[in-house]
């Protein structure tokens, strides 16, 4: 009977810090709090925690915000009820509201429209139906190249004929295509008084990414490639999808190893050498061409915590902890690791067998 591995080393990978642009978008950002009604975190419903960003919760002044969580493509986890499940359950956890979307879909994108409808409604029934002087803003923000331009930009093409082509935010395959916070940018009629303001994608700094949450944002496009070593990110691709095959023991997963039929296995260099069609290819390339392949693979979860029962992971706790690390960034993490690494080993071999 085949057992996958329940630990994954924590390599010594170079982390992240803050990029100029970065840093100057969350000055931006907290100058612009007072004209702000609601805070939309466009995030990885693959990576709900490693795309999460302790950094804008703190922009959050919930005496005048609210915040709206959009989990981005929706359509890599359509077929796995019971995780939809467990996402909703942690999310009652902490009072937190979010919707699922594709953003290339024109019904979810209408929704997300509506959604921020009922959002302005609301905030206008609560001040008796007089708006703000200068409408409703929404902001949208997120780790890198998690889908905040492409959800503008569908939402901007919604709203009006005259705007059908025109895109107002950029977009790209790589992180870091939005360099600046954008002006206002009107959705909908032009009577709703409706406005976003896209801002760069900003991530974590490198003090804050403790274990292998690099991985897992690299897995999710939103670090530049070759941050992370493609044989040590293909590595914990396999070790992710083991765990999954163990818990599901659905026989499709086997379609993810490159000879569909053939025996999983826990070593990525027998897994890389099934794909070889060509001496000349280095594993690295091969480890590039499979990473490439098995991410858009359905159902595939990155967050290696998020495969534990809901009892034995808890969503508060885990916000709370964030909340707190992000307060020193001075706090040494070598604790936090060696406790991750210790309760990974427990954990998993109790449930996923």
Known sequence: ???????????????????????????????????????????????????????????????????????????????????????????????????????????????????????????????????????????????????????????????????????????????????????LIRIGAAHDQLYLIDTPGIGLPGRLNVGNKMIVLSLCGCIKQGVIDPIIEADYLLFLMNLQRGATERSSFLQWYPAIGERPSNDIYEVLERMRKNRKSTLEDLARSWIQRTILSHDLIFDKELLLPADDFSFRDYVRNEVASSASFGMSTENTRRTTRQNDSSLFRKHIQ
């Open 1 to 183: 009977m085949f057992m996958p591995r329940y630990v994954f080393p924590t390599y010594n990978i170079a982390k992240q810090d803050f990029k100029g642009h970065q840093l100057k978008a969350l000055r931006k950002l907290d100058s612009l709090k007072p004209q702000i009604q609601l805070i939309c975190e466009i995030r990885d419903i693959r990576a709900p925690l490693s795309t999460r960003n302790v950094l804008i919760d703190k922009i959050i002044d919930k005496r005048f915000h609210e915040k709206l969580v959009i989990y981005t493509r929706k359509d890599l986890m359509t077929h796995n009820p019971e995780y939809l499940q467990k996402l909703s359950a942690w999310h009652e956890q902490i009072g937190e509201n979010y919707i699922m979307i594709n953003s290339k879909r024109a019904p979810d994108v209408a929704n997300v429209l509506k959604t921020l409808q009922w959002y302005k409604k609301k905030y206008h029934d609560n001040l008796d139906g007089i708006p703000p002087p200068m409408g409703y803003k929404v902001l949208v923000s997120g780790m890198p190249n998690v889908g905040k331009s492409t959800l503008i930009n569908s939402l901007r093409y919604l709203g009006s004929d005259a705007n059908r082509g025109k895109k107002v935010a950029r977009t790209g395959a790589e992180a870091g295509i939005t360099r600046s916070t954008s002006e």
